[in-house]
């Protein structure tokens, strides 16, 4: 069950956030339900048309003080993990029976908060005051409070604390007191807020542990101050003066790095996303385009983040077969040129066929076709593939190698695995270009192969 809070304020007590208001609307939400599918149900239950406001939902978070004693944290709902994280609260928490959400309603088509709406919610608390290192969580005031949302000072909470500043960079407003896992995560979000109002800053740490944010234009007021703090140990924001008083940059003058994180999310979900693609993600999100040059690098970037370069990519090949080969029955030969020093090999080439494949062929045709494919990219190899045809007239998948080139030796080590490792039964026919290497191969004394070649 989720208590959906609206039309009230959202408040700071001894046990953190609570909100104060009428009573509040309740709703079923299935775990595991996507935010979209949330907020199209939300608009007709609080009556409300979609193409004119907007909802921004804030949850109330646990986290364990000691046994049965709980404080809450003010937790932005803006992508489907953080709802997960609030949907999931009283599994985690059996005490804890109801999800409650703080609904904000901002209208959509003049820009003006709807009256109900707490409008308020995160006002500015006192920016020019510098917070000492040595201060204690005051949860006295409303103000100060708001400064503590995201102290993450219990270490029992499931909640890891990048996830929570790359919520701040979807709720994309910098205020005095939150608090971010190091100093990269916080340039992260200065970097993605420069970016939206197309400034950029530069970091320097002018004491151990305390950072200076500044805009790069000469003589601009716009500036940010953060530290680690002891007391919970991440690096809080303690000051923020502005706004900028520069113009701003043309947008597209910033890093491939920047545009490397934003799109990192989506390359982990959806790796085969094209460039056309990301770019059209990017102008809709951005409201500018990115170079083609610079998104490709960007893509290369977020795949490496998020699957490691390529020599790593390589190295856990050795350990995919042997996974195949063990969980599924993998036939795998692999080929190596040697070194002088034995301890180091050069790969020449792969073989591999699926248990499932040698089982079913003997209810084929008794039909092989080869043929090769440039694998291009990093490495420019060869794939090697033999099919047969089943009784359908459908292709079959028989055998595959990977090799630096298809020369005899290569193809005379592909037939071979084949015969002996993969086809039980003489009379097979061959269907392959008329290549010289293949035709070499197959009329050598002792082939397997054999003119007519079945
Ligand atoms: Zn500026």
């Known amino acids: 069950m989720v208590l959906c809070h609206w039309n009230g304020t959202i408040k700071y007590g001894p046990d953190g956030v609570y909100y104060e208001g009428l009573t509040p609307t309740k709703i079923r939400v299935r775990q595991k339900t996507a935010l979209s599918t949330l907020l199209n149900g939300l608009y007709p239950i609080f009556g409300l048309d979609k193409q004119k406001s907007e909802f921004k939902i804030f949850g109330r978070y646990p986290v364990v003080v000691s046994p049965d004693l709980f404080t809450y944290l003010l937790l932005p709902v803006v992508n489907d993990t953080s709802l997960e994280t609030m949907l999931e609260v009283p599994t985690n928490h059996p005490s804890i029976k109801d999800v409650e959400l703080y609904l904000e309603v901002k209208s959509t088509s003049d820009d003006v908060a709807v009256p109900a709406a707490c409008s308020s919610l995160f006002e500015n608390p006192g920016t020019s005051s510098k917070r000492q290192r040595t201060q204690q969580p005051p949860e006295a005031t409303e103000a100060s409070a708001n400064a503590c949302l995201l102290k993450k000072g219990v270490n029992s909470s499931p909640l890891k604390p990048q996830i929570m500043s790359s919520l701040w960079v979807d709720d994309h407003e910098l205020r005095v007191g939150l608090c971010f896992k190091d100093r990269y995560e916080l340039k992260k979000v200065v970097d993605w807020c420069s970016f939206r109002g197309g400034q950029r800053c530069v970091v320097k740490e002018i004491k151990k542990d305390e950072y200076l944010f500044e805009c790069i234009r000469w003589k601009c007021n716009w500036s940010l101050l953060a530290a680690r703090m002891e007391d919970h ?109 034995s301890e180091f090999a050069s790969f020449r080439g792969v073989f591999w066929a699926f248990s499932q494949s040698i089982k079913g062929f003997p209810h084929c045709r008794p039909l092989i076709i080869v043929d090769t494919k440039d694998l291009d990219g990093k490495y420019p190899m060869k794939l090697m593939i033999a099919q047969g045809v089943d009784a359908d007239d459908y292709f079959f998948p028989l055998a595959f190698a990977i090799t ?37 191969v197959v009329n050598e004394p002792g082939s397997l192969w054999q003119e007519p070649w079945y």
């Open 404 to 440: 630096q080139k298809a020369s005899t030796n290569s193809w005379r080590w592909f037939f071979t695995q084949i015969r002996e490792k993969v086809t039980q039964r003489k009379d097979i026919c061959l269907i392959s270009s008329p290549h010289r290497d293949i035709v070499a």
């Open 233 to 341: 140990g991440f690096v809080e924001i303690t000051k923020c003066s502005g706004p900028h008083t520069c113009c701003s940059i043309e947008p597209d003058s910033f890093d491939v790095e920047f545009a490397a994180d934003e799109i990192e999310c989506l390359i982990r979900v959806q790796p085969t996303l094209t460039i056309a693609e990301l770019k059209d993600w990017w102008f809709k999100k951005f409201g500018c385009k990115l170079e083609t040059a610079k998104m490709q690098a960007a893509k290369k970037e977020a795949i490496r983040k998020t699957y490691g370069d390529w020599d790593q990519s390589f190295r856990l090949l050795p350990k995919l077969m042997a996974a195949f080969h063990s969980s599924n029955g993998l036939l795998v030969d692999w080929q190596y040129d040697s070194f002088p020093n």
